[in-house]
């Protein structure tokens, strides 16, 4: 633009004021300097080209402008777009923000414009803190949790001017409230915790700490707990497995036995609620021997060489018998108090009894092996009997029997109760219902007769012979009949009671083979080889064939758990009969037809070998 001005200074002063700005923006050019006309007596103005400086120049407004928003000292702040710019977007995505855009609740992308009311709701999250009291299983210990989460404080974040903006939440940690001591002892107390266990210094120290803490708050009295007797026993005591020498295990003079430290009576604590926590009752016990052994102080001796066993807590010493060649019609059968170990074969119609533990060197043809511990056949068994245990040894199978009678039993005498309820149809009802269980025992029993001998029959047969003629006086509403079922009750208590000692004390067979033979155990029943034939076979415990390869060809097999075989019958489907009296007990192997699979009174499908 063009000035004129006497002066220079002049011109930029008149330049200044038009463009609005300071001396030092503008850009001068001399056009025409001032001069002089009319011979000196006129002075004519100089004419001043002046210009703002391009780097001074205020910005342009752009015709097209995107709108923007920005976020500012908390604020959000939106301009509006120009000519064919778009509208400012704004997207938020936290679970604590509300925003509000002219008093309406908004979620998602949000499109804002300069008139629009813009705010927002950030929720924090209060700090929490949960104290809870658990208990040790013997209430001995009070434990205390102090669960502490803190709070959080949000703040929006500034952002700069941008067409499309994504807001950002910051975040504060809020600290929990302080616990005091007196609150968790407060808490400790209304659990029951008697303040005198409490553990005052644990407490200050956990009231201290930020973060979460899981302590001891209170202790009870701990009892001191009961030591039994410590008697140690030489390890030959506890080997069941019968040696193939025909050395004696133990030589004369070894120590057997040795008590260590007398029992100790333990003394009650209490817990943190102020109970009573009992300790065992325990007595003092003795170490005695008996025959085979002899005592010394603390101290059982061998007093001659054999087995040392322990029974019924006394220590003793079995003496070994050796028979070297076969047992024969030519020599006496045996009885021995002791072990016995044949060196040979057991040929037809021989007994050996022994009191400890018999091993055959061979095999034993038509005889009977009956020993009160272990029996080991290094070879097969055709024919005779093997029975490990005392002769009650079949007791596995029976006792279990005998508890369901007791079951029955017991079910006819609640049947037996009168009330207004029931008539006396009802109650001759029980009574024929129970008859017949009872008849279903016995029909059990007599499938499994083979495994008796005529002993516990005899038994068996008493019961039967008892029951019958009970029912029959029953029927007549005799009191005869209630008065013998009574005591039908108590001699099958007594018999359960004898059976379960007798049983407590679990004995092993080994096998080879067996045919046509029958064998008890009061624990295991074990075939080393190829297998057995029509025998007949009762364990207390298991009954196993070792090879994958056995065969059980025929026969009945009763366990009282478990029956391990490989193959159980044969594609000519010979009859063979397997059972195990636990409900939980099992049957493995691989199955021909005509096997009978039974666990305890349910009969178990299985799939036939084609």
Known sequence: MIFEARTREEAIVMAGSHFGC??????????????????GLRKAPGRYEIEVRMEHQAPKEKENENGT?????????????????????????????TLLVNGEEKSGNVMLREED??????????????????????NLIAYLKIDRVKGKHYILEDQEKTHRASLTVGEEDLNCETVSVEEIRGILLDTGVLPEFIEEEALRVACGKKESVHFAAAKGKAPVKSEAAKIVYCKEIFVKDI????????????LLAEKVAEARQGTSGLDVRGNEIQVLEVKDRDIEATDGAEQNGNRIYASRDGRPYLKNGKVGVVPLLTVVGDLDKDTENIDFDGDVVVKGNVQDNMIIKATGNI????????????????????GKIIGGRIQAGDENSAFHVLLPLVEKAISITMEIFAGLQMDDSRGVQEIMDSIHQ?????????????KIRSLFHETQMKIV?????????????????????????????????ELEERMKEELSDERVVKVVYAQNAIIASSGDIIITGEGSYQAKLSAGNEIRYERPGNVVKGGT??????????????????????????EEGDITGRYYKGTTLMIRDRIREYRAIE
């Open 22 to 39: 300071s001396a030092e923006s503008l850009a001068v050019k001399v056009i025409e300097k001032p001069h002089k006309k009319m011979l």
């Open 69 to 97: 928003v920005e976020v500012k000292d908390g604020k959000i702040l939106a301009r509006n777009p120009r000519g064919r710019g778009s509208e400012a977007s704004l997207f938020f995505n936290h679970p604590q923000m």
């Open 117 to 138: 009311e813009v705010g927002y709701i950030l929720t924090d999250i209060d700090p929490k803190v949960h104290i809870g009291v658990e208990l040790s299983e013997d």
């Open 243 to 254: 040696l193939r020498g025909l050395e004696p295990v133990i030589e004369k003079g070894t």
């Open 359 to 378: 091993s055959v060197i061979g095999s034993v043809y038509h005889s009977e092996i009956l020993s009160d511990q272990n029996v080991e056949i290094q």
């Open 434 to 446: 129970g008859k017949d269980k009872m008849d279903e025992v016995f029909l059990e029993i007599d």
């Open 461 to 493: 047969e008493d019961l039967r012979k008892s029951f019958v003629h009970c029912f029959k006086e029953i029927k007549l509403l005799h009191k005869d009949g209630f008065i013998e079922l009574n005591e039908i009750y108590e001699r099958l208590q």
């Open 557 to 582: 097999l009763v366990a009282g758990k478990f029956i391990r075989a490989g193959i159980i019958g044969t594609p000519s489907e010979i009859e063979t009969f397997c059972k195990v009296m636990d």
